[in-house]
């Protein structure tokens, strides 16, 4: 397997995180997606990474399709349960993340895409997108609660998915302060950095 991805995306970041906690063996192909000369959409029409590559050279995507396959690759770690409601919540906890960096890029892309003028830049857009950053950031909170992990006693791939969009917001947007209100969700930050899989896929 091959996955095709940037150090700083987080999507590929998360794709990254389950590889290595499943300890499953994949080459890692960096390609800058922005570049004019990507040749992505080879592999992925959306012109969009993460993109893993199998073994006959048939492409997968999105990081929630290819995250999904992995943990079926190997019983070591089961990142996502098999079936029922545990399932749906830890989808649910990769829904709410995933849409953290989606309004975040969102609002990044707005203010930086070099395709856009100055004057095309809307701010109102971006507070748009920030407030879905921040409100959700808040329900993550409420919904970790006291809890040792986002759901049951044991990693799963809901904390991946939320330690990814808090780096990445501390990546991109280090003026958003969300520990300060927010000191469970940094307890559970911190554990997860301690872990070789985040500590070895921090964005530069
Ligand atoms: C999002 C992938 C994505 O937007 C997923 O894989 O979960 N829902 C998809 N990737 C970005 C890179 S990044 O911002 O992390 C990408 O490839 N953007 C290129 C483009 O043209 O939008």
């Not at 003026?175 to 940094?186: A, H, Q, V, Y």
């Given at each position: 397997?091959k996955?095709?991805?940037?150090?700083?995306?987080?999507?590929?970041?998360?794709?990254?995180?389950?590889?290595?906690?499943?300890?499953?063996?994949?080459e890692?192909?960096?390609?800058?997606?922005?570049?004019?000369?990507?040749?992505?959409?080879?592999?992925?029409?959306?012109?969009?990474?993460?993109?893993?590559?199998?073994?006959?050279?048939e492409?997968?995507?999105?990081s929630?399709?290819?995250?999904?396959?992995?943990?079926?690759?190997?019983?070591?770690?089961k990142?996502i349960?098999?079936?029922?409601?545990?399932?749906?919540?830890?989808?649910t906890?990769?829904?709410?993340?995933?849409?953290?960096?989606?309004?975040?890029?969102?609002?990044?892309?707005?203010?930086?895409?070099?395709?856009?003028?100055?004057?095309?830049?809307s701010?109102?857009?971006?507070?748009?997108?920030?407030?879905?950053?921040?409100?959700?950031?808040k329900?993550?909170?409420?919904?970790?609660?006291?809890?040792?992990?986002?759901?049951?006693?044991?990693?799963?791939?809901?904390?991946?998915?939320?330690?990814?969009?808090?780096?990445?917001?501390?990546?991109?947007?280090?003026?958003?302060?969300?520990?300060?209100?927010?000191?469970?969700l940094?307890?559970?930050?911190?554990?997860?950095?301690?872990?070789?899989?985040?500590?070895?896929?921090?964005?530069?």
């Amino acid at each position: 397997m091959k996955l095709i991805g940037s150090i700083a995306s987080p999507y590929v970041r998360k794709v990254r995180v389950v590889l290595a906690e499943k300890k499953l063996d994949c080459e890692f192909v960096t390609e800058d997606v922005w570049a004019s000369q990507t040749t992505i959409a080879e592999s992925n029409p959306l012109g969009k990474v993460p993109c893993l590559i199998m073994e006959a050279s048939e492409a997968m995507y999105d990081s929630r399709v290819i995250v999904e396959y992995l943990d079926t690759l190997s019983p070591v770690g089961k990142l996502i349960p098999a079936v029922g409601r545990e399932r749906a919540e830890v989808k649910t906890w990769e829904a709410m993340a995933d849409g953290v960096l989606d309004a975040a890029i969102l609002a990044r892309l707005e203010a930086t895409w070099a395709g856009r003028t100055k004057a095309q830049r809307s701010p109102a857009w971006i507070e748009r997108q920030l407030g879905k950053v921040r409100a959700t950031v808040k329900a993550m909170g409420q919904g970790l609660g006291d809890q040792p992990y986002c759901v049951g006693i044991y990693l799963s791939l809901a904390d991946i998915a939320v330690g990814v969009a808090l780096g990445y917001i501390d990546f991109r947007f280090p003026e958003i302060d969300w520990r300060t209100d927010n000191p469970n969700l940094l307890k559970l930050y911190d554990k997860l950095m301690l872990r070789a899989s985040f500590a070895d896929t921090r964005p530069v």
